[in-house]
């Protein structure tokens, strides 16, 4: 890769820098502000800060990374794509379902959403015992995952952050969709029978701060989905029960059990491993997609569409408390 360019300077735009260079060395890493704005201020790992998609489109980049706010990815990505730019685009792939219209149907460039959790080690094993059948007929999924939101930015006021702003694609099941993405993935469509949402009173923020959700899957498990931006102590865990047996995913310790008849097994156990690992599986999967397409772990346009069809469905079916 000589020239790849990344659309948006916060967070998780400075890991994707970072990752880039430490992938590619020698490339080229183009910024760009989400907004467009100027930007006076050092870019850490950029060799050069563009000021619009139409200088981006003219450098004509090997791939680029839209990292910028939710409501800003199609807008963003239509020109790219259209010009024949591949693009990752970050999660989710927009903030409503209506912007969905506004990707290009027809675009030959590779386009992917990061959807990173699935580049975990214990995802993957996961997913193939799944596939396997390991657990025979599935019959009950609970997934808990939750963390105060101060404590995830804690340099700034988490009220004035993306998460808690609703023009920019904050709220709970926005910025916690990952849990969606890799249950479908796992597990196929999921058909929604209750949710319950609880609004932003507790943190003061205009964003839903949890979100309670019962769904099933079309071979009739059922799953309990919790999402909050309240806990204290963080957690992020998936059980899946099967009538041969469980799985448990703790994803904060990189641990993977099977609990059988026969006893309890440890499959993976990695509570030192580099998360950021996971990023960089991501960006070389992608990669390897430009050079020869194929079966990979990477999220398509498809499948994070089907997130979004999902979320807009929970929000207006929800109930809510404040």
Known sequence: MERIAVIGLGNISARHRRNLRQLHPKADILAMAASGRPVTEPVADASLVLPSLEAVMAAAPDYAVIASPAPFHAQQAEPLLGAGIPCLIEKPLVAEAAQLALLPQASKAVAAVGYCLRFLPAAGQLKALLQANALGQLLHVSVNVGQHLAQWRPHIDYRQSVSANRHLGG?????????????????????????????GNLLGVEVECGAD?????????????????LQSQPQRHCQIVG???????????????????????????????DKNGMYLAMLQSFEAQLNRPGPSSLCTLAEAAQTVHLIDLIKTEADWIP
Do not use: F
């Not at 310790?253 to 509570?271: F, H, I, K, V």
């Open 243 to 273: 009538e041969l047996g469980r799985l448990d995913w703790d994803l904060l310790a990189n641990r993977l059990t099977l609990t059988t008849a026969q006893g309890q097994e440890t499959l993976y156990s990695a509570p030192e491993w």
């Open 213 to 229: 959700l019962c769904l099933t899957t079309q071979g009739g498990a059922v799953c309990q989905v919790h999402m909050d931006l």
């Open 171 to 199: 709220g709970v099941l926005l910025e916690l969709s990952h849990e969606l993405d890799y249950l479908q993935w796992l597990l196929g469509p999921l058909a929604l029978r209750h949710a319950l949402l609880r609004g």
